[in-house]
């Protein structure tokens, strides 16, 4: 079952602008992380914010996190062509135990030069 | 330093075949999970190996199953396959950081496997 809920399913964007993808989940989490794939293949983490964060930077990518909405936002600055690709949120519930990480459906980004 | 590989990248077997794929983690990981990714759909968990034992395990049936070697290596076995098994399967490893919540996952590139 996915846990996590990627909005809009679908993106295209022009060439240097903003690319905001939001997250929704379920339960509760230890952290939240997002991946990005390419062509169906192995996935690539991108950053990863834990449940007492709140914003999180990383090069052109932006994260927030709002655990009373349970919910995360990805943004991408300044897209190039190169941004092509499905991104992934991925939750680790905070059911105890050992970890396990879920992912939601992804949203697929197309940047068009 | 490598990363984490998984063999066959491909693979096509027929119903009520049995499949095994390999995943060797990333140097220095010690826990691998699986997915089962279908076209178009985000990575479904199927079970997570840490010292040589299934600790996790999703909503997959018992025809799925794996293995964790001493090296950390693992394998995945299906048995009786079905034509909805056709899937990407994707191996991930991390370190275990106790009582820090998950770590983030290194993925392969995948074993592309198709049932007829």
């Known amino acids: 079952s996915q846990q996590g809920e990627e909005d809009p399913q679908a993106l295209s964007i022009q060439e240097g602008e903003n690319a905001t993808m939001n997250c929704s989940y379920k339960?509760?989490?230890?952290?939240l992380q997002w991946y990005r794939q390419n062509s169906g293949r192995g996935l690539v983490h991108l950053i990863l914010?834990?449940?007492?964060?709140r914003e999180k930077h990383s090069g052109r990518l932006r994260v927030t996190l709002d655990t009373s909405k349970k919910s995360s936002s990805l943004l991408i600055t300044a897209s190039r062509a190169a941004d092509t690709a499905s991104y992934f949120c991925?939750?680790?519930?905070?059911?105890?135990?050992?970890?396990?990480?879920?992912f939601g459906i992804g949203t697929k980004l197309q940047v068009i030069p | 330093d490598a990363g984490v590989t998984q063999s066959p990248t491909h693979l096509i077997k027929t119903r009520g075949q049995q499949v095994t794929l390999r995943c060797s983690p990333k140097?220095?990981?010690?826990?691998v999970s699986w997915y089962q990714q279908a076209l178009g759909q985000g990575p479904q968990f199927i079970f997570q190996?840490?010292?040589?034992?299934?600790?996790q395990r999703g909503n997959f049936p018992d025809r799925f199953s794996g293995h964790q070697f001493p090296n950390y290596s693992s394998e995945l076995n299906v048995n009786a396959l079905l034509l909805g098994d056709s899937a990407l399967y994707l191996c991930?490893?991390?370190?275990?950081?106790?009582?820090?919540?998950?770590?983030?996952?290194?993925f392969g590139s995948g074993t592309q496997l198709s049932v007829l």
């Open positions: 190996y840490y010292e040589e034992e299934e600790r």
């Open positions: 914010i834990r449940s007492n964060e």
């Open positions: 339960t509760s989490i230890n952290n």
């Open positions: 991930a490893s991390s370190l275990v950081v106790t009582g820090a919540g998950s770590e983030k996952l290194f």
């Open positions: 991925a939750t680790d519930p905070l059911t105890g135990g050992y970890q396990k990480v879920t």
């Open positions: 140097s220095g990981h010690d826990t």
